[in-house]
């Protein structure tokens, strides 16, 4: 039985071929660095997008064509929804997946009944895991889009609630460990404030780091092995999360004790609508040695909002795969499309253009960063920028040892001069000769 039965295993036939249903650079088993493209990519499919958006945006309702799906909150759809997936896994030679706890599984009249049904589409997860070879990436709860989450879950002036989402939390670990994820995802989809005239933020910041401290305490008492990853966000849906952005994160890791046990998931939409480039947000978190996993994807830069499209830009890409080049690859995370089609490419067949094309860009980054890196100029440039920190003061200065005295005795013998070009548009130049 196939639910994509027009659609085959998606094959590469190299950048000649004219087969909309072919990867064109993407070659799994190709080495680049001494390792096959698909170790360094470690492409992730988001349940959440794949099999349950509906494609609806704020002026009018969903257009995705899921003739799989009966519409219903029975385990048995979701059981269903879950081979249709791995067909698509399958079929696109993406190896790992993430969803969030309702994705998968639907949220019944009572906790206790929703835990049952995510229990029993965990076994079908399991099982098509094991058929397919396919691998969990991370796992997540929603704490977002039910109503009672609507002024947060960890922030939620409400202690039920609160309650509510710790129980979601600690399940949802539970279950990421059942089925060997890698990482956990913590993104505190409304953990922040619409207002603050109703927002004590002191005592919510607060709660948010206790309701972490006791994920911590659950993930070592279960003995889970895989990360934890929080992903910044600045916005959308409240007016600010706390969560804002890389350095916001790491900050209040650091201010509340828990820098030891999280890591960061970068998501690029979320990079620019916190008012920074991709290649900052990751760059902040890998010089803290916290870059874990990163949601690929895109946004608009004329719609303010977090559109989640497919990347394309190879430039952009590139920049991406620099970073994750230079900290020596991913460990346990990898590129998970958080991306959707647009409302108007509705069919089951746009799921899969969507993801060949965000596969052959990362693809063609890849490839072009290790030829950047192999060609080392651009290292060779930034190296030579900081020349005079090599010398006998600045090795003291930067292990903190020095004094201003002696910046002073230095200044008054050597007079500053102007520093040498940036050289920022011949660097530009020496990139584009590798696109
Ligand atoms: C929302 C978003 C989420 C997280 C997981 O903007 O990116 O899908 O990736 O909760
Ligand atoms: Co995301």
Redesign the pocket.
Known sequence: MSYFPDIPVIQYEGAKSRNPLAFKHYNPEELIEGRPMRDHLRFAAAYWHVMRNPLADPFGGGTAQMPWDDGTDSVENAQKRVRVFFEFLEKTGIDFYCFHDRDVAPELATLAESHKALDAVAGTLKEEQQRTGKKLLWGTACLFAHPRFNQGAATSPSLDVFAHGGAQVKKAISITQELGGGGYVF?GGREGYSTLWNTDMKREMDHLAAFLHMAVEWKKSIGFQGKFWI?PKPREPSTHQYDSDAAACLNFLQAYGLINEFELNI?TN?ATLAGHTMRHELTVAADAGKLGSI?ANRGDELIGWDTDQFPTNIYLALEVMLVVLKMGGFREGGLNF?AKRRRESHTPADLFHAHIGGMDTFARGLKIAAAIRADGRIEEFVKNRYSSWNSPLGQKIESGKATLAELEAHALAHPAGIPASGGQEYLENLVNEFI
């Open positions: 993104w992903e998501e979320h949601d958080d």
